[in-house]
């Protein structure tokens, strides 16, 4: 091999010297400036030793001399001010070629220099923009990732930090900083006094979590990277992998003895099992899909429970919390009149162990923490003496007679196995259950088939019809039905604008065929779940009982478990079967006469007759009025009087719906 030349080791190494970037680029031009102010200052003060030059006009020197720093500082000017050649004007011609040259090489020079600094600048607003710098922060929210339920999210932790002092949440996803800022500042215009600072970068690397500061972080939160809705198996099964890749990091980034909460969005029960084992103390894991499949079967048992929910599992409302006191000598049931604010309705005794309506003489223990539903954390007070005493009422008794119960699920989603799963827990033996595709492929066929074989109590059928088509939906008889649920039709890569809007056209036909048969005698329920919570209104004026919003209710619940990891358990208890769950039952159940007048008090203590808790009260005349919360009014003031008719409901937790 031929050895390199002299020209071109130091060709090599300049171009190695200026691929360091900006600080070469300013040296090298700094030095350049320097050597010609030197070499023409030199030049100058030669021109001025030639015997029979002039005195210069600007020196003041004559030809003999002077001063070599003086020549270089004229030099300088000339260089960094072409303008300053005017003093040249009456000197020797040699006094006016090293201006000329000191001139054309400061243009040069200086040209460059600010070429530099304009691209430098530019460059350092590029990196900002990139969302490379490291977060300086204490005790934030870190969402890891991004979705369509990021925006949800915020408004969630927005709420749940107004009490807060300077709260901040820091997303780190793949996206550009430039397309989150915009997207926020589009759908999230008014964040409060809460900060949302974005970084880009993958969320899995080492790196950037530890730009993200997650050492310093109170808790995190971890997105899939498709949405729930997709059918695509992979898909979901690439989420799961980059989730749990993303937990790893996040436990390999924190400081050490820093306890993370870690809420992370997985699919397949197989990968929750894993994210769960890498820390049990510190991940919990999330199904979106079930939880929305389960929610939707308990709301179709009690009209007007999706208002409940809505108000429970956000922090705009009713709340539920973890509340520690001073109980004395009282019981769990006694407990529930000594708060001004508040009902109770769980215990969480001092090893841990979570009960959700206990008994109502458990006893309360010294260590015992009470699960609250209240406005706010700063509005529970436990008070030594009842706050207010209910009358005595007579329990009416008996129970709610369950019968075989007809069900049409309008459309299919990943969500209809787990609906039919639900329901063959709740419902009679014998009870049947319908679903109208518009289009069923084999998988479809498939799901069905293994369904019918693992259920036999249930009567399944599947229909093959477009239900957007008014004559699809006159064919079943609708009216003959005790619930139906109307899921999104949307495909795969449909937006949920054009899915809530084919769901409100069903909706509008059902509510056409129901008055036109308005002489039928039918009490048959509409259930649909929204994917855009702005369309809420919209849904809300076509007759629909109830509906879900699907990333909000979902949004609630990573937000909530993110702030209290306990939350999950209670959320797990709320939404089985085998557990206590909340429904609207008749009042016709607890009282024997109507109309009555009974305090909110008085609805506590006769619930607690039928071993529940009473939470709230749903008024029937006002269940569709949208401003009246459809009816609902949870925890109010224990003496507030409601004047009760047999259809109104007491809001109740309860192990069964009879």
Known sequence: MSKATFKQVWRYRFDNFMARGGSSIFIGLTVGFIGLLVVLGALRGVVSLIPGIETDPVTGADGEGGG?????????????DPGTMAYDMNSSP???????????????????????ITTALDQKLSDLKKGHSKVIEDDHTLILGWNDRVVEILRELVIANESEDDPCVVILSDRDKEFMDDHLKVHMPNTENTRVVTRSGAVSSLINLDVASIQTCKCVIVLATCEDAVADDEAKAASDTRVIKTILGAMASKAEGQQLNIVAELFNERNRAIANEISPEEVLTVDAQEILAKILVQTSRSVGLSVVYGEVLSFDGCEMYFYDADWGDITYGQAQFHFPDGVPLGVRKEGGSLTINPPTDTKMEDGDDVLILAEDDSTIEFRPQPVAKPTPHNLRG?????????ELIVGWNAKVPIIIGEYNDYVLDGSEIDIMVKHCDDDIREQFAQLQEELPKLKLRLIEADPLKSQSLVEVE???????????????????????????????????????????EFTTKLITEVMDSDNQALVART???????????????LAQISEEPDMGRVYADLFSEDGSEIYLKPASLYFDHFPIDATFADMMAIAQQRGETCIGVKIKDKERDMDANFGVKLIPEKNTKYKLVADDALVVVAEDET
């Not at 056409?512 to 048969?517: A, D, K, L, T």
């Open 68 to 80: 070599f720093l003086r020549h270089l500082y004229v030099v300088y000017l000339e260089l960094s």
């Open 94 to 116: 040699g006094y006016k070629v090293t201006a000329i040259l000191a001139g054309i090489a400061g243009i040069v020079v200086l040209s460059a220099l600010i070429a530099f």
């Open 398 to 406: 008996g129970r709610i007679d369950l019968s075989i119960e007809r």
């Open 478 to 520: 609708p009216f003959r039905y005790d619930n139906i649920i109307i899921l999104s039709q949307g495909g795969a890569n449909a937006d949920p604008e054009t899915t809530d809007s084919e769901t409100i056209v069903i909706l509008l036909l059902l509510r056409q065929i129901f008055e036109q048969h308005a002489d039928k």
């Open 543 to 557: 007759g629909v009982h109830d509906f879900i919003i699907s990333n909000r209710f979902v949004s609630m619940i």
